[in-house]
């Protein structure tokens, strides 16, 4: 089955700099990755989504990467604020082959310094 | 445009209660879920609805998690009898269609207790 590997620890960066995250999955390719801020409390929020097919996607401050050869998804933050605190979800959609069932990975709390 | 609605935002209720989440998704969304997730982790997957068909319960343990969405709009999720290990946040979200690639927006979730 797909397993989804995001870092448990915390990731503590001091504000202006770039936070990256990293997503690694076990199984197939997703059709599609899908990246979600959670705030404590809220339910999740969805930031970007990149198809199997695309290396790079961007927006605003945002930017994630798909390597389909790693198995992996990298998410940037630029120039970082303590607004940007939250925990960031990576969630893989397999498409018609694992049934349209999106998966999420447990995800990274990220905390920037003032 | 409002979000996804969900009530109550917290229930504590004693083991082998029942228990009832309710949830009004955006309007115009055919496809609603319900996840559960635990602390620490991401949200898994109970049910998906198509309208007011149920395309995919695997997760559902049927014992003791029902669900409905009678009129392809609202949807109920219930618990009976509550375990203790059911303790956890229960979130609805919804997005225009199935299928794949569909940005999927959430509700606030309903904080379980079981005492």
């Known amino acids: 089955s797909q397993k989804i590997e995001q870092n448990s620890e915390a990731l503590n960066i001091q504000e202006g700099k770039t936070a990256t995250l990293t997503c690694n999955y076990t199984n197939y390719s997703p059709a599609y990755l899908q990246w979600y801020r959670q705030d404590p409390g809220r339910g999740p929020v969805f930031l970007l989504l990149i198809r199997e097919n695309e290396k790079e996607k961007r927006k605003e401050r945002l930017k994630v990467t798909f390597d389909t050869t790693l198995k992996q998804s990298l998410f940037h933050i630029t120039a970082s604020q303590p607004a940007d605190s939250a925990t960031y979800l990576c969630a893989l959609d397999p498409g018609n082959t694992g049934g349209f069932k999106t998966i999420f990975g447990a995800g990274t709390r990220l905390f920037v310094k003032a | 445009e409002a979000g996804v609605v969900q009530s109550p935002r917290y229930k504590i209720i004693e083991k082998k209660q029942p228990v009832a989440f309710w949830c009004n998704p955006i309007s115009g969304h055919n496809t609603l879920y319900w996840y559960l997730q635990n602390l620490g982790q991401g949200p898994e997957l109970l049910i998906r609805y198509e309208n007011e068909e149920a395309v995919d319960d695997s997760q559902l343990p049927k014992d003791r998690f029902s669900a409905e969405r009678l009129k392809g709009v609202d949807s109920t999720l219930k618990i009976q009898p509550a375990e203790l290990g059911d303790s956890a946040v229960y979130l609805c979200?919804?997005?225009?269609?199935?299928?794949?690639?569909?940005?999927?927006?959430f509700g606030p979730g309903t904080r379980l207790t079981v005492l």
């Open positions: 979200a919804s997005s225009l269609q199935g299928g794949t690639g569909n940005e999927q927006f």
